[in-house]
């Protein structure tokens, strides 16, 4: 791994653990030995993070120095948090990790007080019911609706018909209790909402939508969603 990526990861470990964090778990952490650790803290510190601590008790990123601060207001900082808890809760494994990071990053580059209202913020999300389980891999209709791609699916409908369809997803939709796909049904040519736990193993394609994503999904907007089948 080159060396500025294990730097960016071992911030990414100091923003996340439980301060003071010793050598030895930041070396567990990043794959290490001990030495290597004390290297790169001094490279961080040179660089403009501030990391209190020291080896033997452990260490503290009081000041990051990879993002400049961030000036938010109490309410803005509650609004933050809420909407990340809420992807932890609601999201799919990938995507709740990925807001954990991004909560611990935006924290991290807080002012003392801020930083310490974050951390100690009183409102969470929470999930009471769980969603149906899925099959299909939620990451994969991300990837596909970022790129722009068509999708070849399998989907059983609420009366148990399955039709083969190819798709492009335009947007993924987190109802309270299932998630969905906005798309343009290209065995139907009109817009569809799929739920993703009706989905069956999928296969991406060559075929590019690009750059009529961004259109197509305020023309689906725009109309009316029906009931999602």
Known sequence: MPRSDRLLRLLQHLRTETTPVTSSRLAELSGVSVRAIYRDIAALRAAGALIDGQAGYGYTLTEDGAMPPQRLSRLEIEAVILGLSAVQAEGDPELAKAASDAQAKITATLPEQARHNAEHESLRAARVDSKPPMVVDAGVVREATWDERALEIDYVDGEGRETRRRIWPLSVVFFERV?????????????????????????????SFRPRRAALLRQYLDRETGPIR
Do not use: N, S
Request: proline share 3%; hydrophobic share 45%.
């Open 179 to 207: 998630l969905v796909v906005l798309a343009l049904c290209k065995l139907r040519q009109d817009f569809r909402a799929f739920r993703l736990d009706r989905i069956r193993p999928l296969g991406t394609t060559r075929e």
